[in-house]
């Protein structure tokens, strides 16, 4: 993967192989390039790992997620061995490389995420638009980190019922295409930043021809006029206590209404919003919910165009971000904290780990189109798993040949397709919830260490 800069710049194809030519309509190598120079993170001596090796080593590691970076390191150079004479080029150093990460540092990543990180879907993709709206979702979740005093310091670490949570955490926001589970942008924040400031901030990805999904716990009258005020549209869930003053009811049983500001000189001034309010159960006494009333509101007020039981199935699409958050933090990496111990590794980690979710995602849609299903009928796990042995033959491969080995990926990917989702739920528990263990304090962080060898401190005892 990596060579000196001089190797870089001599051969193109070597350059190719650096920046994942491979798979270079996903992220090009002139992306790379040009997110460096913006940063001026370009080396000025020969360095084993390069501004751009590093680079694609923290999306890399993010395929690796469950391996130490030394063996990230090996396999990314594994296919180009026949391109080293001497073998210690292929070796590097655990210190080695949290050097070059922290030359490096976070923007580069962060500008790398929101250069290549766009929707994916197209009309012709199934489940991906509704009404020719592209179907986009919010939502948020905590992400653990490695427990250190500067994690700690910089996002904080949340209370909990027997002290505070075992680990510090970040609060991630996510804007997510609800037919491709494509991150398309995110933030991080500390983990007691308000959901829906972050939630206001990646407004900036919004646009006209989206249809945005929201639970009621991000339900705000702000939010959703200035969700609007971007061109797009709202279909959301809103809170029990919420008292909309009808206006009218329509032909299908849905209501006009207008929601209002919460303050008081807003109201006076009669600023408002018109949206369409959908009120509805379940009957099946086995599904969460029976029962009990459920209510949308939705810009889209029209019942001929946008009838109210297609805009309640396209509501439950929003769990698809829940599955994507499960995809981004479970399946694709251990169950287990971020490896960065400072709040800038923090930031880079996690911003190479939603590129590299995206990178599957994209190969995913490809390989969705090739058998005409929803991307969401792929498997993640067995993708994240082809993809990975693919790597070594696109390194030992010409790049004419690359297009090739790219449609054989496809193909094994769209053998994986799932079937239907089946009908049914699972309670939300755990198998095993306390430890007898106590907790872990920050007396025990400077543990006192042993100051013999075992074998001196053995004492036979007649």
Same mark, same amino acid.
């Given at each position: 993967?990596?060579?000196?800069?001089?190797?870089?710049?001599?051969?193109?194809?070597?350059?190719?192989?650096?920046?994942?030519?491979?798979?270079?309509?996903?992220?090009?190598?002139?992306?790379?390039?040009?997110?460096?120079?913006?940063?001026?993170?370009?080396?000025?001596?020969?360095?084993?790992?390069?501004?751009?090796?590093?680079?694609?080593?923290?999306?890399?590691?993010?395929?690796?997620?469950?391996?130490?970076?030394?063996?990230?390191?090996?396999?990314?150079?594994?296919?180009?061995?026949?391109?080293?004479?001497?073998?210690?080029?292929?070796?590097?150093?655990?210190?080695?490389?949290?050097?070059?990460?922290?030359?490096?540092?976070?923007?580069?990543? &962060?500008?790398? /995420?929101? =250069?290549?990180?766009?929707?994916?879907? @197209?009309?012709?993709? #199934?489940? *991906?638009? !509704?009404?020719? $709206?592209?179907?986009?979702?919010?939502?948020?979740?905590?992400?653990?980190?490695?427990?250190?005093?500067?994690? &700690?310091?910089? /996002?904080? =670490?949340?209370?909990?019922?027997?002290? @505070?949570?075992?680990? #510090?955490? *970040?609060? !991630?926001?996510? $804007?997510?295409?609800?037919?491709?589970?494509?991150?398309?942008?995110?933030?991080?924040?500390?983990?007691?930043?308000?959901?829906?400031?972050?939630?206001?901030?990646?407004?900036?990805?919004?646009?006209?021809?989206?249809?945005?999904?929201?639970?009621?716990?991000?339900?705000?009258?702000?939010?959703?006029?200035?969700?609007?005020?971007?061109?797009?549209?709202?279909?959301?869930?809103?809170?029990?206590?919420?008292?909309?003053?009808?206006?009218?009811?329509?032909?299908?049983?849905?209501?006009?209404?207008?929601?209002?500001?919460?303050?008081?000189?807003?109201?006076?001034?009669?600023?408002?919003?018109?949206?369409?309010?959908?009120?509805?159960?379940?009957?099946?006494?086995?599904?969460?919910?029976?029962?009990?009333?459920?209510?949308?509101?939705?810009?889209?007020?029209?019942?001929?165009?946008?009838?109210?039981?297609?805009?309640?199935?396209?509501?439950?699409?929003?769990?698809?971000?829940?599955?994507?958050?499960?995809?981004?933090?479970?399946?694709?990496?251990?169950?287990?904290?971020?490896?960065?111990?400072?709040?800038?590794?923090?930031?880079?980690?996690?911003?190479?780990?939603?590129?590299?979710?995206?990178?599957?995602?994209?190969?995913?849609?490809?390989?969705?189109?090739?058998?005409?299903?929803?991307?969401?009928?792929?498997?993640?796990?067995?993708?994240?798993?082809?993809?990975?042995?693919?790597?070594?033959?696109?390194?030992?491969?010409?790049?004419?040949?690359?297009?090739?080995?790219?449609?054989?990926?496809?193909?094994?990917?769209?053998?994986?397709?799932?079937?239907?989702?089946?009908?049914?739920?699972?309670?939300?528990?755990?198998?095993?919830?306390?430890?007898?263990?106590?907790?872990?304090?920050?007396?025990?962080?400077?543990?006192?260490?042993?100051?013999?060898?075992?074998?001196?401190?053995?004492?036979?005892?007649?």
């Amino acid at each position: 993967m990596p060579l000196m800069i001089r190797q870089i710049e001599a051969d193109e194809s070597v350059s190719a192989h650096l920046a994942l030519d491979a798979l270079g309509k996903i992220i090009p190598s002139t992306a790379l390039a040009e997110v460096i120079a913006q940063h001026g993170v370009q080396e000025e001596r020969d360095r084993k790992l390069p501004a751009i090796a590093t680079l694609v080593l923290c999306i890399a590691m993010n395929l690796y997620a469950h391996e130490a970076l030394p063996a990230v390191f090996r396999r990314l150079v594994a296919g180009l061995r026949w391109l080293w004479s001497d073998p210690s080029d292929l070796r590097v150093s655990k210190s080695a490389i949290s050097q070059a990460r922290y030359r490096l540092g976070a923007p580069v990543l &962060v500008s790398l /995420f929101h =250069r290549v990180c766009q929707p994916l879907a @197209t009309p012709d993709t #199934p489940g *991906a638009f !509704l009404f020719g $709206l592209r179907l986009m979702a919010f939502d948020g979740t905590m992400v653990n980190l490695a427990d250190t005093a500067a994690n &700690v310091a910089a /996002f904080g =670490r949340r209370p909990a019922s027997r002290g @505070t949570c075992a680990w #510090p955490q *970040a609060q !991630l926001v996510a $804007l997510c295409e609800s037919g491709t589970h494509a991150i398309c942008d995110a933030g991080l924040w500390p983990y007691n930043h308000d959901e829906e400031t972050g939630v206001r901030r990646l407004l900036r990805s919004v646009t006209s021809g989206m249809l945005v999904l929201s639970d009621m716990g991000l339900h705000s009258y702000d939010l959703l006029a200035a969700t609007l005020g971007r061109g797009a549209q709202i279909l959301n869930r809103v809170p029990s206590h919420l008292k909309p003053q009808v206006i009218t009811t329509l032909a299908d049983g849905t209501q006009l209404v207008q929601l209002r500001p919460s303050d008081g000189k807003r109201r006076r001034r009669g600023e408002h919003i018109v949206v369409r309010l959908i009120r509805y159960t379940l009957d099946d006494p086995c599904r969460v919910g029976h029962r009990q009333e459920h209510r949308l509101v939705t810009s889209l007020l029209d019942p001929a165009t946008a009838p109210a039981e297609e805009l309640i199935l396209a509501y439950h699409t929003r769990w698809e971000i829940e599955l994507t958050v499960d995809e981004l933090v479970i399946h694709q990496r251990p169950v287990l904290p971020l490896r960065s111990k400072l709040p800038v590794g923090v930031v880079q980690e996690l911003y190479g780990l939603l590129i590299a979710h995206y990178l599957v995602r994209a190969v995913m849609v490809d390989a969705a189109a090739t058998v005409s299903l929803a991307p969401t009928r792929m498997s993640f796990l067995e993708s994240l798993r082809l993809i990975r042995e693919a790597m070594p033959d696109f390194q030992r491969a010409a790049p004419a040949q690359h297009a090739l080995i790219y449609a054989a990926l496809l193909t094994d990917i769209a053998a994986t397709a799932l079937p239907p989702r089946a009908n049914r739920i699972n309670p939300r528990v755990v198998k095993q919830k306390l430890s007898n263990f106590p907790v872990k304090r920050p007396v025990h962080r400077g543990w006192p260490q042993p100051i013999k060898p075992f074998r001196d401190t053995i004492q036979m005892l007649n």
